[in-house]
């Protein structure tokens, strides 16, 4: 017999990603969890629904699915990039409901700063603007992107207004006000070489939460991730667990 409690993780992508960055984890994770990746509309699964707009938008559209579970347990969030900003709202509007997640965890983004924007000066991210050739030489340098895309024009005639809309969203984006410290257990993640997103920026976000767990970073750029799966999952697992949910024992 194994008992235990169960949690559900809803998990977030990158701009211009799909729920494919997240093939792999829920096989990786503890069987009694359930483990969502979340797709943004306009792609996919979700490919007949019009793209979000705003972050704003794009948020109420998860909130739709995430809002339910949450009256139900147990649950947590993580992000990457754009998808750490998804998480990062969700838990400030989830919180005042008086619903918030056990854990929250960011990835492959800087700490909130009021009145600002997330991309750091010299980045190469904020890139909504860019001729096309700029956009694929500013994507192909932070990786994660197939070369496939780049190279196929009928491909890049799919993906080229993905990505421009959802940089347009992060873009736009901006911390009005800071609600902190958000009642939540909350981790950073990144890539040791990610210059994008260097390490001190994660460990901004230890002021952002009741209980900061700390920064996890790993080998690799931006998106890190992708050739890590293993490892961050098991950290996930392990801070997950340290915020409140056991691990399962067999009786």
Same mark, same amino acid.
């Given at each position: 017999?194994?008992?235990?409690?169960?949690?559900?993780?809803?998990?977030?992508?990158?701009?211009?990603?799909?729920?494919?960055?997240?093939? !792999?984890?829920?096989?990786? /994770?503890?069987?009694?969890?359930?483990? #969502? =990746?979340? $797709?943004? +509309?306009?792609?996919? @699964?979700?490919?007949?629904?019009?793209?979000?707009?705003?972050?704003? !938008?794009?948020?109420?559209? /998860?909130?739709?699915?995430?809002?339910? #579970? =949450?009256? $139900?347990? +147990?649950?947590?969030? @993580?992000?990457?990039?754009?998808?750490?900003?998804?998480?990062?709202?969700?838990?400030?509007?989830?919180?005042?409901?008086?619903?918030?997640?056990?854990?929250?965890?960011?990835?492959?983004?800087?700490?909130?700063?009021?009145?600002?924007?997330?991309?750091?000066?010299?980045?190469?991210?904020?890139?909504?603007?860019?001729?096309?050739?700029?956009?694929?030489?500013?994507?192909?340098?932070?990786?994660?992107?197939?070369?496939?895309?780049?190279?196929?024009?009928?491909?890049?005639?799919?993906?080229?207004?993905?990505?421009?809309?959802?940089?347009?969203?992060?873009?736009?984006?901006?911390?009005?006000?800071?609600?902190?410290?958000?009642?939540?257990?909350?981790?950073?993640?990144?890539?040791?070489?990610?210059?994008?997103?260097?390490?001190?920026?994660?460990?901004?976000?230890?002021?952002?939460?009741?209980?900061?767990?700390?920064?996890?970073?790993?080998?690799?750029?931006?998106?890190?991730?992708?050739?890590?799966?293993?490892?961050?999952?098991?950290?996930?697992?392990?801070?997950?667990?340290?915020?409140?949910?056991?691990?399962?024992?067999?009786?």
């Amino acid at each position: 017999m194994r008992t235990g409690t169960d949690v559900c993780l809803f998990v977030f992508h990158h701009a211009g990603g799909s729920t494919s960055a997240f093939r !792999e984890w829920p096989r990786l /994770f503890p069987p009694e969890w359930d483990v #969502r =990746a979340m $797709e943004a +509309p306009g792609r996919g @699964f979700a490919s007949r629904t019009p793209a979000a707009r705003s972050m704003d !938008e794009l948020v109420e559209v /998860f909130l739709r699915t995430v809002g339910p #579970r =949450a009256a $139900e347990g +147990p649950y947590a969030l @993580f992000g990457h990039s754009m998808g750490s900003l998804v998480a990062y709202e969700l838990t400030k509007r989830l919180s005042a409901l008086g619903r918030p997640p056990l854990w929250l965890g960011v990835s492959g983004n800087g700490a909130p700063r009021p009145g600002q924007g997330v991309f750091a000066p010299g980045s190469g991210i904020a890139v909504g603007g860019s001729t096309d050739d700029g956009l694929r030489g500013r994507l192909a340098g932070l990786g994660g992107t197939p070369a496939g895309v780049f190279d196929d024009p009928e491909v890049w005639e799919v993906f080229e207004p993905i990505i421009r809309n959802d940089l347009r969203v992060v873009e736009s984006w901006r911390e009005e006000r800071v609600i902190s410290p958000l009642p939540v257990a909350l981790s950073a993640y990144g890539g040791t070489t990610d210059h994008a997103v260097p390490v001190e920026r994660l460990a901004g976000w230890a002021r952002h939460a009741d209980r900061f767990l700390g920064v996890r970073t790993f080998r690799g750029g931006h998106f890190y991730l992708l050739d890590e799966a293993r490892a961050v999952v098991e950290a996930i697992t392990a801070d997950i667990r340290a915020a409140g949910v056991p691990a399962v024992e067999a009786v």
